[in-house]
């Protein structure tokens, strides 16, 4: 079971004091922590380049909930592609604008992708999942988690990344606002552009399947 794990340590995994000119560089706005932002793929990618693999093995975590999932998700190792998931995960947190510039500083600075997701959740209260991790359903941890944070946050929002994410989770917590996207893929951007750029590049909450009501997009955005 996931336990709440609000613990604010910083342990960066890349050159000294990078993760830190990060978010000099893209500054989060005021009372970003005030809401849990937690945001469910489907499942890790599959793909490798070369010998290395595009999912990011989250064992090293310095967070429980990470190290007990085991993967995070969305983001890629070593940032050496930049999927369109992974892509339109940083329209919705940092912009459409600043999106490809915080990928760059990421991957030039070779800050490592499971330091960036414990300091994403550590400064802005963003946990990125996967509701399948090698064939089994972790819909039960991630709703236990999200039960949890719901007891000590203010509110807890979860937006799923695709039908498939949300296919029969185990419930909504009370504090807990929920809505379905479309998958942010690019056989869904060829099928139904408009929805996909309503989504994912204008942050239109009006292109969701709401499951409770007061559902935003723009309480995702995490940057001044």
């Known amino acids: 079971m996931l336990l709440p794990d609000r613990i604010r340590i910083l342990r ?13 560089r893209f500054p989060l706005r005021q009372g970003v922590l005030d809401r849990v932002k937690i945001i469910i793929g ?25 190290r007990e999932l ?21 329209n919705l ?10 990928l760059d500083f990421l991957r030039s600075n070779r800050i490592d ?29 991630i709703w236990c988690f999200a039960r949890g944070q719901a007891e000590v946050s203010q509110e807890v929002l ?10 029969q989770f185990p419930g909504v917590c009370s504090n807990c606002k929920s809505a379905v996207a479309i998958h942010p893929s690019g ?9 996909y750029s309503n989504t994912w590049y204008r ?11 007061g559902f935003r997009l723009d309480e995702f955005r995490i940057l001044r």
């Not at 085991?70 to 940083?90: A, H, P």
């Open 70 to 90: 085991g993967c995070v998700g969305f983001l890629v190792g070593d940032w050496i592609k930049i999927q369109d998931s992974l892509e339109m995960l940083f």
């Open 187 to 195: 056989v869904n951007l060829n099928n139904d552009p408009v929805k």
């Open 113 to 141: 992708p499971v330091s960036f997701a414990d300091s994403l959740w550590d400064r802005a209260g963003v946990a990125l999942f996967n509701r399948t991790v090698d064939g089994e359903d972790k819909g039960v941890d």
């Open 158 to 167: 979860m937006l799923f990344a695709g039908e498939k994410a949300a296919h």
């Open 42 to 66: 489907q499942e890790p990618y599959r793909q490798s380049f070369g010998n290395r693999r595009l999912a990011v093995d989250s064992r090293s975590s310095t967070h429980s909930f990470y």
């Open 93 to 102: 947190l940092f912009r459409h604008e600043c999106a490809l510039s915080a």
């Open 12 to 24: 960066p995994r890349g050159p000294r004091n990078a993760m830190d000119d990060f978010w000099r």
């Open 203 to 213: 942050c239109d909450e009006n292109a969701l399947r709401v499951v409770n009501g």
